[in-house]
T-cell receptor, first 115, second 114 residues
Framework: DTGVSQDPRHKITKRGQNVTFRCDPI?????LYWYRQTLGQGPEFLTY????????KSRLLSDRFSAERPKGSFSTLEIQRTEQGDSAMYLC?????????????FGPGTRLTVL | AQSVTQLDSHVSVSEGTPVLLRCNYS??????LFWYVQHPNKGLQLLLK??????LVKGINGFEAEFKKSETSFHLTKPSAHMSDAAEYFC????????????FGRGTSLIVHP
């Protein structure tokens, strides 16, 4: 399968714990995005990487959140000291930006539940 | 700045009747526009995209959309709804002014009655 993969698919944690999610993009894609989606809403942009450089972070991304893409391939998203409000679906997408065309390919998501 | 407004949070149709999901966008730059579909417990899938070529865009599963610059709209249509079309649909805008970071609409839930 050459699509975008995310691990784990589901994570249940207690408030205050740290969690880390992984995303493996399509191999030749230079851009990787993280989104958060809550029930009844569209995906909200969190951050993106162009190759290994993190170019932009949303105001939604508090200092408890950190993302890395160390070699321009897979990426991790860590949430420290989780809060109940962090419960959501975390989506990863990748794209090969070419001029006008920034079609994104999405992974299945990681559903986080904070108790 | 860029934004997208999906005018209906829910659309209900009968199987075999036409589908219209409305989307308006705002952008200071020439936009790329996309429609994605999300079935329950499934990932987001691209239906179709407009990237400055033909204004009438055909996508998968019989869907199409027309880019109308004068109306800043990109409505999604299908001539005949199928039960399997029931899902959440997202309109998305992306521009060079926004570093090509996509902005999603809030989504339209399509309900198809037998």
């Amino acid at each position: 399968d050459t699509g975008v993969s995310q691990d784990p698919r589901h994570k249940i944690t207690k408030r205050g714990q740290n969690v880390t999610f992984r995303c493996d993009p399509i191999s030749e894609h230079n851009r990787l995005y993280w989104y958060r989606q809550t029930l009844g809403q569209g995906p909200e942009f969190l951050t993106y990487f162009q190759n290994e450089a993190q170019l932009e972070k949303s105001r939604l991304l508090s200092d408890r959140f950190s993302a890395e893409r160390p070699k321009g391939s897979f990426s991790t998203l860590e949430i420290q000291r989780t809060e109940q409000g962090d419960s959501a679906m975390y989506l990863c997408a990748s794209s090969l930006l070419r001029e006008w065309n920034n079609e994104q390919f999405f992974g299945p998501g990681t559903r986080l539940t904070v108790l | 700045a860029q934004s997208v407004t999906q005018l209906d949070s829910h659309v209900s149709v009968s199987e075999g009747t036409p589908v219209l999901l409305r989307c308006n966008y705002s952008s200071s730059y020439s936009p790329s526009l996309f429609w994605y579909v999300q079935h329950p417990n499934k990932g987001l899938q691209l239906l179709l995209k407009y990237t400055s070529a033909a204004t009438l865009v055909k996508g998968i599963n019989g869907f199409e959309a027309e880019f109308k610059k004068s109306e800043t709209s990109f409505h999604l249509t299908k001539p005949s709804a199928h039960m399997s079309d029931a899902a959440e649909y997202f309109c998305v805008v992306s521009t060079s002014g926004g570093s090509y970071i996509p902005t999603f609409g809030r989504g339209t839930s399509l309900i198809v009655h037998p």
